[in-house]
């Protein structure tokens, strides 16, 4: 199986920062990485897909980057709305695994 | 509007057998692959396995293969995710989830059911 590595696993920012999540694979993905939102108490929500596309209706705020085995999510200005367990999934191959999470607070 | 509509919460004791099931309204649902995804309380996701409605074609996490069943039936746009023996570890919420691309096994989840709730206690 290939293991997802999500760092921080929670982190403290104040609203307008600038905040990246990393997540590395076992081994590389190529571009099958997704991203999703969870707030509490929610249902996941998919933010982007295939490393660096972003989802219908997912905020500019919101991008993703990298190929191969490292990756990034980075909100370029934290919101209170952003408050919630962001996760990364590859989909290169089953089973199609997710990270740990990070949890995103405010400040 | 595409949706997913999952059943309601259960609470079981340790042994019995349970059946969850999950719609899909607004789409083909026999032309995309749906998933199910399990959280225990307080933990993050963890992908359970995937059916392509439209032939009953399913493939398993190792981690869950054996301890559940994920079946579909087309004629009613409906998945199912069934135990023959439940345990106290397996309390958690269970999502379906429809895959992002049409007939793409290995996909980012794009619609999410709302959730099932099922609790195993004695």
């Known amino acids: 199986d290939i293991q997802m590595t999500q760092s921080p696993s929670s982190l403290s920012a104040s609203v307008g920062d600038r905040v990246t999540i990393a997540c590395r694979a076992s081994q590389g993905i190529s571009n099958f990485l997704a991203w999703y939102q969870q707030k509490p108490g929610k249902v996941p929500k998919l933010l982007i897909y295939?490393?660096?596309a972003l989802h219908s209706g997912v905020p500019s705020r919101f991008s993703g980057s990298g190929f191969g085995t490292d990756f990034t999510l980075t909100i370029s200005s934290l919101q209170p709305e952003d408050v919630a367990a962001y996760y990364c999934q590859q989909y290169n191959s089953a089973p199609l695994t997710f990270g740990g999470g990070t949890k995103v607070e405010i400040k | 509007e595409v949706q997913l509509v999952q059943s309601g919460a259960e609470v079981t004791k340790p042994g019995e057998s349970l059946k969850i099931s999950c719609k899909g309204s607004g789409y083909s649902f026999s032309s995309y692959w749906l998933g199910w995804v399990r959280q225990m309380p307080g933990k993050g996701l963890e992908w359970m396995g995937i059916i392509y409605p439209g032939d009953s074609d399913t493939r398993y996490s190792p981690s869950f293969q054996g301890q559940v069943t994920i079946s579909a039936d087309k004629s009613i746009d409906t998945a199912y995710l069934q135990w023959s023996s439940l345990k106290a570890s397996d309390t958690a919420m269970y999502y379906c989830?429809?895959?992002?691309?049409?007939?793409?096994?290995?996909?980012?989840?794009?619609?999410w059911g709302q959730g099932t709730m099922v609790t195993v206690s004695s």
């Open positions: 295939a490393a660096s």
């Open positions: 989830a429809r895959l992002l691309f049409f007939g793409e096994s290995f996909s980012a989840f794009e619609i």
